[in-house]
């Protein structure tokens, strides 16, 4: 606790005091660029990760970046997307995933987190994911890559989830929103972005922004 406290003290000589104007202007509203749909984990910074400043962009974060389709649970993950879309107007949400997922990691072993059943039953949300990984990658043994891979798939399954809410819906039917599905490898760095046309996971560089086209499976490995 007495790092965080220290962090606050340090945040107001320095961090603030260098950007006051820019903190004063926050009290007219904010105009974030984008939705940002994580994980919850600790080691992913999404400011830091885009570079982005305080009102640039809106975040939502929830274990395993899980968006239950609308109308699952009446809870802040609608609330927030609906918000996003039809209050603050929006163009895109980016749905990141992340290397060493523990929330994947559970959903592809129920035993070990059978003593959190709040965690098990949020994780059905992401039931497709799993059974997406166990029926068409029966072949991918090694526990890493097969990790890697749902964390893959659980992005592409979260992106259709999205596209239930009707805000979403009727955003992408007037060209309005655009939608991206990222994985954020951190310990090298890398951000690896949804190729609808080649149906892969390319570094950021090398991909059309927008994912236009509906969900498709993975090629194999």
Request: charged residues 20%; glycine residues 6%; proline residues 6%.
């Given at each position: 606790?007495?790092?965080?406290?220290?962090?606050?003290?340090?945040?107001?000589?320095?961090?603030?005091?260098?950007?006051?104007?820019?903190?004063?202007?926050?009290?007219?509203?904010?105009?974030?660029?984008?939705?940002?749909?994580?994980?919850?984990?600790?080691?992913?910074?999404?400011?830091?990760?885009?570079?982005?400043?305080?009102?640039?962009?809106?975040?939502?974060?929830?274990?395993?970046?899980?968006?239950?389709?609308?109308?699952?649970?009446?809870?802040?993950?609608?609330?927030?997307?609906?918000?996003?879309?039809?209050?603050?107007?929006?163009?895109?949400?980016?749905?990141?995933?992340?290397?060493?997922?523990?929330?994947?990691?559970?959903?592809?072993?129920?035993?070990?987190?059978?003593?959190?059943?709040?965690?098990?039953?949020?994780?059905?949300?992401?039931?497709?994911?799993?059974?997406?990984?166990?029926?068409?990658?029966?072949?991918?043994?090694?526990?890493e890559k097969r990790l890697t891979l749902t964390v893959e798939e659980?992005?592409?399954?979260?992106?259709?989830?999205?596209?239930?809410?009707?805000?979403?819906?009727?955003?992408?039917?007037?060209?309005?929103?655009?939608?991206?599905?990222?994985?954020?490898?951190?310990?090298?760095?890398?951000?690896?972005?949804?190729?609808?046309?080649?149906?892969?996971?390319?570094?950021?560089?090398?991909?059309?922004?927008?994912?236009?086209?509906?969900r498709a499976v993975l090629p194999p490995i």
């Open positions: 606790m007495q790092k965080l406290v220290h962090g606050i003290h340090q945040f107001k000589r320095d961090a603030f005091s260098k950007d006051q104007k820019l903190f004063e202007t926050l009290v007219a509203g904010q105009h974030p660029l984008a939705l940002f749909i994580t994980c919850s984990d600790s080691r992913i910074d999404p400011n830091r990760l885009t570079q982005t400043k305080p009102g640039e962009l809106f975040i939502q974060r929830t274990a395993g970046n899980i968006i239950p389709p609308y109308g699952a649970v009446h809870g802040g993950e609608a609330a927030t997307i609906e918000y996003a879309v039809m209050a603050l107007k929006v163009r895109d949400i980016i749905v990141c995933g992340h290397s060493h997922c523990g929330a994947m990691a559970g959903l592809l072993n129920p035993e070990a987190i059978s003593k959190m059943p709040s965690v098990r039953a949020y994780l059905d949300h992401a039931a497709a994911t799993r059974r997406i990984v166990e029926e068409n990658y029966q072949h991918l043994t090694e526990p659980n992005v592409l399954v979260q992106l259709e989830n999205l596209r239930t809410h009707p805000a979403v819906a009727a955003a992408l039917g007037r060209s309005d929103l655009k939608l991206h599905g990222w994985v954020y490898k951190f310990e090298t760095g890398d951000v690896f972005a949804f190729n609808p046309d080649s149906c892969q996971f390319l570094p950021i560089e090398d991909v059309t922004p927008a994912v236009e086209s509906a």
